[in-house]
């Protein structure tokens, strides 16, 4: 079984450039997740997809952050304009379970690592 | 406020030991709580979980505890093998199929 496939593994932005990460979840989960994880920190949750539908994006900066979920499988995350706090690894997962579900590992991706200058 | 809390200090243990770690968390009512692995560079990988009504999970050389009345878990590697050298994250399930997660407690098993 293939496992969730994300690019760029890295990149490295000026401050108020843009930058877009891809993720492919596994085949069949329906439930797709963006963390990012800063040096040190634990993954915290920006987004949950369940199929092509937003569940959670309470933790999502808006005002510079994106993310969507088309045809709910493949997403992109998308940072404009991105500050130097935005310097994290962004990491994709994916779930079998659905929302309101419990009790479901995530498979997570490698994770792409963004240093912003 | 809400609170994940693990050791930010790295165990070291020699080979062969018992590694313990522990999660304490504030302000959840997790109904599960899982384990997690991250070595450097690569995403985290599922380990174990355990539900509230479970005192103790057993998987191989790993034993995870669960008790909500101290709000804590207990992760263990007996036999500990320099293999095992990694981060261990605890993360809390937290409804929708969603986690929270500490901020992980790195283990240096020494041959």
């Known amino acids: 079984e293939a496992g969730v496939a994300q690019s760029p593994r890295y990149k490295i932005i000026e401050k108020r450039q843009s930058v877009a990460f891809w993720c492919n979840p596994i085949s069949g989960h329906a439930t797709l997740y963006w963390y990012q994880q800063i040096l040190g920190q634990g993954p915290k949750l920006l987004i949950q997809f369940q199929n092509n539908g937003v569940v959670d994006d309470s933790q999502l900066p808006k005002d510079r952050f994106s993310a969507e979920r088309l045809k709910g499988v493949d997403s992109t995350l998308k940072i404009q304009p991105a500050k130097l706090e935005d310097s994290a690894v962004y990491l994709c997962a994916s779930s079998p379970g659905l929302a309101g579900g419990w009790g479901n590992e995530q498979f997570f991706g490698p994770g792409t690592r963004l240093t912003v200058l | 406020s809400q609170k994940i809390e693990q050791n930010s200090e790295a165990l070291n243990i020699q080979e062969g030991k018992t590694a313990t770690l522990t999660c304490n968390y504030t302000?959840?009512?997790?109904?599960?709580l899982q384990w997690y692995r991250q070595d450097p560079g690569r995403g985290p990988v599922f380990l174990l979980l355990?539900?509230?009504?479970?005192k103790e999970k057993r998987k191989e050389r790993l034993k995870v505890t669960f008790d909500t009345t101290l709000k804590q878990s207990l992760f263990h590697i007996t036999a500990s093998q320099p293999a095992d050298s990694a981060t261990y994250l605890c993360a809390l399930e937290n409804g929708n199929n969603r986690l929270a997660f500490g901020k992980g407690n790195q283990v240096v098993v020494i041959p």
């Open positions: 355990i539900r509230e009504n479970e």
């Open positions: 302000n959840y009512s997790p109904a599960y």
